[in-house]
């Protein structure tokens, strides 16, 4: 199987009063067909910008892909012109987002803004656009379908406006999709029925999927593979299976630390010490390096690179790259 | 719904009542009144004219006969012009419709399309550009760039008439009177659009990137919508939704006329004979004039919620 989408090198920059932020500085990652790929990190990581990149959504012109490649399916997408990605845009990458409640126009009805891409990218007329809308929210499990259709956002639930935007994400028969947390502003039975949704979507049409989440919870439900991030870069990535058993980074292992168990109770949840770098104030070192445990001289100075530990997981702290070294 | 509409008549015919209350008061506590202000007559005369035009009964009485008069459609008679109120509206009020109406219309569709604009390219060199023109169109004095414009387009290049609705003397009929008047209204068209494009541009730029912002937009964008479409199907019917509470102001402004604008340009409309009147306390004109203005108040502020309630589907009445 090849990469559906292969990231390399990316650099997606905002440009501040303060100063330049490398929001997502250097990331790599790829994407096989028919595979779930998670990205996972803090608020603030990179990992939503590292999906805008990708769609051609950021916001200019203070934020910018300075550099890097996004090839999608074989195709370049950086250097496409705006007319040309937004064929792509909706129709072969989708999105859906955190906020259902605000992703959707409150002035436009649901099925006005379901046929929007049918008849954008599909060619569809109007009448076999809406027949078209109406059957796919059947297929995301909303029963009323015709009603819904003529009825207003602010009419419907959350975890109903996020099948809708599921609806519409699916409905041009995307290869990939790209899910921005989406189950983080639903609770959690719903959260639970929105991720069965998108592995029956994914098992039915063998869309990959690029989920990023900060809740490990649906990383282990959902991923076949996993990339961590850390103030805009990739600090390790590996098989679902493998990363949660044998964490490398003291970060990935702070993250698993911190997740609560069910049935053990605790009197206080681990919590990774100190906070997030301003990312006005990085300097070469690990960025990790002041909230971790094993720092030593030098994780302060110089930059990790991300390495092969074992053939399926790559990691990037000198913990491991002295062990590569003394052997 | 129609419960709301039958309870906002009820509240409009209260508060009209109390307007119209209010309003001749204050008309006729002002000191001195239409009599008093000409000193060729003597004081017996001045008496007897007061008891003629009703001028000396209370206060309270006044306003109960001018009120049954307005319920049998009769605003009275105006004592400078000695005309019925209501034929001198239908003389001035139009004209001073005619200058609004299209003003309004072009302030409208300039605003929206340049704020449309500024917003999308916001900091842009267009943005810029249009707000500097924006702050110095609005910190011209109307007067000013009246009286400037007449000096340029009418008085040294003779391009348009400087005042007036018609040519002095003109008897031209049909075609050759709409164009006449097309004529003498464009420079009082153009400053009115000028003075009031301003704000209103300031007004939807900035209601245009606040929507722009907002998450159905990166939707709109992220279902591969054409640019076009994300911006005016998409953004610009959420931004225009809060201009409609402005659709409420502009019904009382568009039949209300322009004191400053109908003066410069000799429009024979019904700001300057409004002026006159205030002038000479000619009461039955400015009663009936001030009414017909709250009137249209209260119906743009129900026509405004009407619409409302069409355009968000969020809203409920």
Redesign the interface.
Known sequence: MGDLLAIENLKTYFDTEEGTVKAVDGVSLRVKQGQTVCIVGESGCGKSITAMSV?G?VEG?AGKVVGGRIEFDGQDLLPLS?HEL??????DI??I?Q?PM????????IGEQMT??LI??LKMSRKAARARAIELIGQVGISRAEQIADS?P?ELSGGMLQRI?IA?AISCGPKLLIADEPTTALDVTIQAQILDLLRQFKAESNMSILLITHDLGVVAEMADYVIVMYAGKVVEEGEVVELFANPKHPYTQGLLKSKPVINQRQNELYSIPGQVPNPLELTESCYFHDRCAHCMDICRTREPRLKNVTDESKVACWLYEEAVVHG | MSTYLAKRLVYMVIILFAASLLIFCLYALTPGDFISGNIKLTPERKAELREIYGLNKPVLERYAVWMKNAFHGDLGFSLSQQKPVLTLFNQYIWNSFLLAVVSTFFTWLIAVIIGVIAAYKQYSWFDTLVMVAIFAAMSLPSFFIGLFLIKILAVDWKWLPPGGMLTTGSNATGLAYVKEVVHHMTLPVIVMTLLGVGSLTRYFRSNMIDVIKQDYIRTARAKGMKERKVLFTHALRNALLPAITLVGFELPALFGGSLIIEQIFNWPGIGQLYMQSFSLRDYPLLMGFTMLIAVLTVIGTLISDILYRVADPRVRL
Do not use: D, K, Q
């Open positions: 769609m959504l012109p705006r937004r064929t792509i845009r909706g129709n989708a999105m987002f906020e605000s992703s959707l126009n409150p002035v436009l009805t929007e891409p954008e990218h207003y602010h935007m519409i």
